[in-house]
């Protein structure tokens, strides 16, 4: 299982967009295969400042997951629209 | 609902001890009033790069559970063995 950790900003005049297509993509991932949780978080404090938070099964199916066209598509359109942070991948502790 | 993150560095001759002291908080915590989930995952890049991943049910729980007595006591010991970066709260989105 691992989880993975994908932080952004989005200037606010991109918010409504960039929730859109989040919403498309959360919607699609989590009928996904081994996609055990899948959620975007906004920053109480500024709401502009996103977290995606994932959770997989395997590394193969997090693999699989971005050669999806639904992600594909989501992150052709997010790039135009918000600066994202390196994925960070996380194996559990405790 | 609200989701925390608390990001933290440990330098590697203290991860072992600092894992001790999370084990019996993550035990602790998980059965307070109000706790969604509570888990501490570790950089799958670098297993002293920690990342406590919270969920509780609101604010109040949140806070009733920095008082409790394991909370505090081992927020004492981590402070001493960890670098922590301030807790960031997140409500979510999608």
Known sequence: MINVLVGS???????EAVLEIYRELVARTRNEPGCVSYELLQLREDPC??????CWLSQEHL????????????IAQLEMLET???????????
Request: glycine content about 2%; overall charge negative.
């Open 9 to 15: 900003t989005v200037l606010p005049g991109n918010l």
């Open 63 to 74: 693999d699989a997951h971005t050669r999806t066209p639904h992600f594909v598509e989501a």
């Open 84 to 94: 994202a942070a390196p994925a960070l991948i996380y194996t559990k502790s405790v």
């Open 49 to 54: 400042d996103l977290m995606l938070l994932e």
